[in-house]
Nanobody, 125 residues
Framework: QVQLVESGGGLVKSGESLTLSCTAS????????IGWFRQAPGKAREWIAC????????RYVESVKGRFTISRDKAKNMVYLRMNSLKPEDSGVYYC??????????????????WGQGTRVTVSS
């Protein structure tokens, strides 16, 4: 069964860093694109970053560009989201999601097939 499990969330202060992990199982991870999304209470879920199958193409929403870095370790079936210089507006539940990797990944706004249950990130001011 396909499973995605996020971990690494927590409470941090503004300006601090945090790394989220997404552990995948039950699908051909090598051929999958992984996206990171977040959702704040009362707000719509938004895409944050994504990475293609071989890790040579990444995309970021403008608000996190330069601060967040998505990476993957195929040998461990894991994808990471390194978040630096965190701001209160970065707070929310972060989800990782999977879809077949596109040939050309021009955006993260694709339909994703599988989702994790999320890990909460709270950035205090």
């Amino acid at each position: 069964q396909v499973q995605l499990v996020e971990s690494g969330g927590g409470l941090v202060k503004s300006g601090e860093s945090l790394t989220l992990s997404c552990t995948a199982s039950g699908f051909v991870f090598d051929y999958s694109a992984i996206g990171w999304f977040r959702q704040a209470p009362g707000k719509a879920r938004e895409w944050i970053a994504c990475i293609n199958d071989n890790g040579d193409s990444t995309r970021y929403v403008e608000s996190v560009k330069g601060r967040f870095t998505i990476s993957r370790d195929k040998a461990k079936n894991m994808v990471y989201l390194r978040m630096n210089s965190l701001k209160p507006e970065d707070s929310g539940v972060y989800y990782c999601a999977e879809r077949p990797s596109p040939v050309v990944m021009d955006t993260c706004q694709y339909e994703y097939d599988y989702w994790g249950q999320g890990t909460r990130v709270t950035v205090s001011s």
